[in-house]
């Protein structure tokens, strides 16, 4: 009995993306020492423990005496900096045995360092530490969209209220059934300032994320099919119709109609980049200068390149295993 209790009273294991949880600032503890201690998201999360799902791009052992694991999680937005010790011996003995790049799910609890420079680094500790696959990660981004624009919703509506301190609280618990939630939402727009900024940047990156995952996955919009013309417009054709040859006309003279679908669409720089990647790499890594040299060749500019690459880094398309040598994941 004494067990349940227990799990029933574990926190909740929030799906938050990097790009959102690397911009938490807001940190708050309720009751004694033992009490727990929460980051404060710019959408209200008042998060304790986490649930992600990402690619580990770099793992490596910064203990001098204790071994002490440091790995790097991308997901589609950035990355998760995540730290195993003694503390967590299951998570540092996996980490130390796992083959990068791989793809990892992760449930673990949000910790803040403070060095004396006065700094703020938030990372997390891992509670448990499973290998996962594509597919996994497709749905976890998926998953953590949604529930992120469901908070980005909730933050919109109570900003254009115009309300503060009791009557805000009274319209988020009416807004959201979570009261931690409802807490956690009043204390982000209470300390975030420029607080549309930030949620316009969050926005990008979901767009981001989504885009992401439909590429990979090959998911491009289709046409639509058997679709009638208005009867009333006679010169306008099908586009699949061909073109009629008008008396006096010759066959050359006639052109098709331009049609959007006709216009192929230019891939971005960085997918280019990450296409030159998966070809020149065929197993053991490129050299950085090798990827660049290629990437101007295919017009692309410096500047567009640097940016690129670290754009497929940052999702995890591509990692570094040394110092100016880049791998396909």
Not at 30 to 54: M, Q, S
Not at 135 to 162: M, N, P, Q
């Amino acid at each position: 009995m004494e067990k349940t209790e227990k799990i029933l009273d574990r926190e909740v294991a929030w799906r938050i993306f990097a790009h959102e949880f690397n911009r938490s600032n807001l940190f708050t503890s309720e009751g004694d020492e033992r009490a727990p201690n929460y980051i404060v998201t710019p959408t209200g999360v008042k998060c304790n423990r986490l649930f992600i799902v990402g690619v580990v791009t770099e793992v490596e052992n910064i203990g001098k005496e204790n071994n002490l694991w440091r790995a790097r999680v991308a997901d589609p937005t950035g990355v998760f900096t995540v730290y195993a010790g003694q503390y967590q011996p299951e998570a540092a003995i996996f980490l130390s045995e796992l083959q990068v790049p791989a793809y990892v799910a992760v449930v673990g609890k949000a910790r803040k360092y403070e060095p004396e420079d006065g700094s703020v680094y938030i990372s997390v500790r891992p509670e448990e530490i499973n290998t996962a696959n594509e597919k996994l990660r497709d749905r976890w981004v998926l998953d953590t969209a949604e529930r992120t624009l469901e908070r980005i919703k909730t933050i919109e509506k109570a900003l254009s209220s115009g309300l503060s301190g009791n009557e805000l609280k009274e319209l988020l618990l009416k807004e959201i059934t979570n009261p931690v939630l409802a807490d956690g939402t009043a204390r982000a727009i209470g300390h975030y300032k420029n607080l549309d900024k930030i949620i316009k940047e969050l926005k990008n990156a979901l767009i981001h994320a989504l885009e992401t995952v439909a590429s990979e996955r090959g998911v491009q919009e289709q046409p639509v099919e058997n679709v009638e013309k208005p009867q009333d417009k006679p010169d306008e054709r099908r586009f699949n119709e061909p073109p009629v040859e008008k008396a006096g006309q010759s066959v050359e003279e006639i052109k098709e109609p331009e049609t959007e679908v006709e216009k192929e669409e230019i891939p971005e720089p960085k997918e280019i980049i990450a296409a030159l990647i998966d070809k020149m790499d065929t197993g053991r890594g490129i050299s950085y200068s090798s990827v660049v040299e290629a990437a101007q060749n295919a017009a692309i500019n410096p500047e567009s390149v640097e940016s690129g690459i670290k754009e497929l880094m940052a999702e995890g398309r591509c990692y570094e295993p040394r110092i100016g040598v880049l791998r396909k994941v």
